[in-house]
């Protein structure tokens, strides 16, 4: 290799790992935080990352002090249930406007797309003026309905759907299948590699949603993971390691949710069959 291209290639790498640590270590320093006896000084400067008298006192306290059991199956039936929700009605929505001609396709996709330029913010008021008029405030409903599909959920499903070879669809209809057959046993396991993408994206979101929540929520049972935490804030005391295991605690099911659910993003092969 030429010494200028190692020279480069090495500079790349030591850019990657600064990037890499800069985004790391708020969350070494969060489990670090989680596991410090009270005698220690998590303020210190330079820090310790390194627990001298490492403990699980916090978890346990936070566990048992605070029904994080009956959030985590709130967060757990939210996110399982948005993210089912979103699989069926993104693909629904994106194969007729991937596989079907019609007029307006294209001004529909466009409009459908811009609409994630709009912040949530805007439209937060009139859903929550939607969601009491319907009778969904404080319930698991009214946390999920205005998350049932995305306009990105559209757009990545889009995309995979036109990656599908035609003549999959023209066999499937020359056997009888209907659209919403071919929409099943033939688009759907094509694109799984998307499905899965779009379900980690959606289950991150919903997890780690917190505004929403908080505005639609107001009784203790029916809070989710993000607001029990925040909740371990009091009003007279601040124990910051309490805060830093309540948080560990809700993010661990991401991390093995994104684990678990990456093995199965990798190209699969439509187009083994189709001969040229």
Known sequence: MPRSRLART???????????????LPLFWLVSTAFKSPSENIFEFPPRFIPQQPTLNNFVSVWQTNPFGRYFFNSTLIAVITV?????FCSLAAYPLARLAFRGREVIFSVIVSTILIPFQIVMIPLYILT???GLRNTYLGVIFPAIASAF?????????QTVPKELEEAARMDGCSELGIWWHVMLPAVRPALVTL???VFIG?????????????RPEYYTLPLGVARLAGSFSLDWRLIAAGSVISIV????????????????????????
Do not use: H
Not at 84 to 88: A, E, F, T
Not at 255 to 268: D, G, M, N, T
């Open 153 to 161: 959920g559209i757009f990545l499903m889009r995309q995979a759907f």
């Open 206 to 218: 919903s997890w780690s949603d917190f505004l929403w929540p908080l505005i639609v929520l107001d």
């Open 199 to 201: 379900a980690i994206f």
């Open 10 to 24: 090495i500079a790349m790498y030591g850019v990657m790992m600064v990037i890499a640590i800069a985004m790391l």
């Open 84 to 88: 089912g929700l979103n699989l069926v």
């Open 253 to 276: 099911p991401i991390i093995l949710f994104f684990v678990v659910a990456q093995r199965y993003i990798v190209p699969s092969e439509t187009g083994s069959g189709v001969k040229g």
């Open 132 to 134: 009491v008029q319907l």
